[in-house]
């Protein structure tokens, strides 16, 4: 099995430098709710979308006409047309259209993540399609989760921690870094029932304050969608 | 409990800053073996401590007379008289001598710390004696995992893990982020048997390469010492 390649986690994005040595393809995971959102957009038939990790770039192509989403700690920001809630794209609402998107921590990741060879887009929606697509590539995966503000989070350790077995499972990767061991360790133990495993994370108190259990459980249903966003140049399709 | 002050867990040195805000004192955590080792050395007599970040230093202080403990990579270093090895101190080798001591990982998280209120040595082997100490302080407690190589680490997060499952008995703490949340689950599912559960630790796999497995179950055992190292000024006593 000398020739496995190499499945990783990187908790948050201020630790990237330290485990994108050997990444081809870097999976971007903000469970709650922006790469969640960004499957549920491309299920609903957005046609790009356009990553921004600032509030100043939102503004300026707002200024130019798009539709931008634009969500910081939990609400969209005043003057923007949607936040970070996948229920945003529901029933086809912007088809065929492209859509700048800033979120507090999932943008500022793919922020981070810019410069590897391939971007791609992680939730529990997409977990089995993007898993059979990443086993496929026959690449190196670095699985980056976006935290909270800089900080690690559960829930995208838990979905990365998804990954991870589905990967390992195939036979075709293997699984070195302590991160790794641990995201898969979490989901398996809290794979029967997120909801109640997560009662602690304090991402979802957060999100719970503002009355958002319908997203929530929407973010952790895995296997609704089948999309694989990929980063090209500047934007995601 | 509006009183109650908070615990939390640091993954890493690369980390600290993040964590550090409101910090009273910082529990570094090196299980594997820095910490371990140095309260193993204040159970044998070892008098003082002068942890160092780099072997630079270390050199500066073998000149000048020191005993001098200095690890890279988990061995000893060519020119120094001990490594991190907690067997090193027993049978009170070294009773009422000052040591220096510089290690990959452990040392550098003690220095990533060093402006701290206070500043104490944490391990399994002084755990429900430290434990015990930081209830009594009242203070705000930062759990600092000195990692491998600033990645996060299995067995430094277990041990916090227990730390904070500790602190939060007693009544006293509330632990708010998810780092420390996922510390304490990991602990608590391996608990009954960490040397099993740390099978898939890469650190544990590095040290069972160097025929080290005598000192890491010493490493894993709880409660062997009561000691409280507590750094002043440059060292520990």
């Known amino acids: ?23 081809e393809i870097v999976v971007v995971i903000d469970v ?8 549920a957009a491309f299920d609903n038939g957005v046609a790009k979308m356009i990553p921004v990790a600032t509030l100043e770039e939102a503004f300026e192509y707002k200024k130019k006409g798009f539709i931008v989403a634009a969500e910081r700690g939990g609400e969209i920001v005043e003057g923007f047309d949607i936040g970070n809630s996948p229920a945003s794209y529901m029933g086809n609402k912007f088809e065929g259209d492209t859509i700048v998107i800033t979120t507090t921590n999932g943008t500022k990741a793919i922020h981070t993540a810019r410069n590897a060879a391939t971007v791609v887009i992680g939730s529990f929606t997409n977990l089995d399609a993007l898993s059979e697509w990443l086993i496929e590539q026959n690449k190196n995966v670095l699985l980056l989760g976006s935290g909270w503000k800089s900080k690690f989070c559960l829930e995208d350790t838990m979905c990365a921690g998804a990954f991870v077995e589905n990967l390992q499972k195939s036979g075709k990767f293997r699984c070195e870094d ?15 029932n997120y909801l109640s ?20 459980k929407y973010c952790l249903t895995p296997n609704t969608s089948s999309v694989i966003p990929i980063l090209k140049g500047q934007l995601f399709s």
Chains 1, 2 share one sequence.
């Open 32 to 39: 709650l709710r922006a790469t969640t959102a960004m499957c």
């Open 178 to 192: 302590d991160s790794s061991v641990a995201a898969k360790f979490m989901y398996i133990q809290a794979k029967d």
């Open 197 to 216: 495993y997560l009662k602690a994370s304090s991402h979802r108190v957060r999100l719970a304050a503002l009355d958002l259990n319908e997203d929530i």
């Open 1 to 23: 099995m000398k020739n496995r390649k190499k499945v990783e986690v990187c908790f948050t994005p201020n630790l990237y430098d330290l485990h994108a040595e050997d990444a």
